[in-house]
Structure formats: structure tokens, C-alpha cells
């Protein structure tokens, strides 16, 4: 299973972008997909996080009603929407693939990591 990773780019504070991550060599429905990001220096956190079926996604309380995550499954993607970017936001972004959501998407238990993606909020 292979992921990829786009999307990213430079934004002004409150302004908006869309992260996508293909799957490929396997079906979407079958994975649970995380997006993390990482600043440099610091560790890889989780961000949010989508479980195939009838499950609540994740999203860490520093993006909690900015960020939406959602899945196509005809496309094999699942997608970030990021709105109302701030600077703290900056990061490269992750996606993998990995047993669970909840509590939190730990970036030990995750695999197959996409390709990171730079975002930049910055006026």
C-alpha cells in the first residue's frame, strides 16, 4: 500500500487550502487514514484521522472546527480541509494508514506514510 501526498502550499493567516492522499495497492474502505504534521525540531503529531464506516473522525483540539476531514472512495482519497489557517499551522503534513483513531492517532502504530506536504501560513 502506497500513499501520496498533495496539496500543501503558502496561505495568508484565515485563508484555506485542501490536502489530498491517494491510496493505491489497496482499497480506501479497508484503512484507516491519519494526517500528521511536523515542524521541525519537534516530533510528528496527530491532526485528524478517518475510519471507514460510521465512526466519528478524529481532530486534535488545535484544529478542532477549522480542519474537516472526509473520504471519496471512488477516488481512493481521503481529504484535510484546512480553513481559517493560522500561522501555528505551519508544517509539514503526513498522511498514513493505521489501526485506529481514538483516542488519538499515534504516529508509532501508523504506516505506509505518504510524502510530506509543505504548508505555510504566513502573511
Known amino acids: 500500500v502506497q500513499l501520496q501526498g498533495v496539496g500543501g502550499g503558502l496561505v495568508q493567516p484565515g485563508g484555506s487550502l485542501r490536502l489530498s492522499c491517494t491510496v493505491s495497492?489497496?482499497?480506501?474502505?479497508?484503512?484507516?487514514v491519519g494526517w500528521f504534521r511536523q515542524v521541525a525540531g519537534k516530533g510528528r503529531e496527530g491532526v485528524s484521522c478517518d475510519s471507514p464506516g460510521y465512526y466519528s473522525p478524529y481532530y486534535a483540539d488545535s484544529v478542532k472546527d477549522r480542519f474537516t476531514i472526509s473520504r471519496d472512495s471512488a477516488k481512493n482519497t481521503v481529504y484535510l480541509q484546512m480553513d481559517t489557517l493560522k500561522p501555528e499551522d505551519t508544517a509539514v503534513y503526513y498522511c498514513?494508514?493505521?489501526?485506529?483513531?481514538?483516542?488519538?492517532?499515534?504516529?508509532?502504530?501508523?504506516?505506509?506514510w505518504g510524502r510530506g506536504t509543505q504548508v505555510t501560513v504566513s502573511s
Open positions: 495497492g489497496s482499497s480506501l474502505d479497508r484503512h484507516i
Open positions: 498514513a494508514i493505521g489501526p485506529g483513531c481514538w483516542p488519538g492517532p499515534h504516529v508509532y502504530d501508523f504506516e505506509s
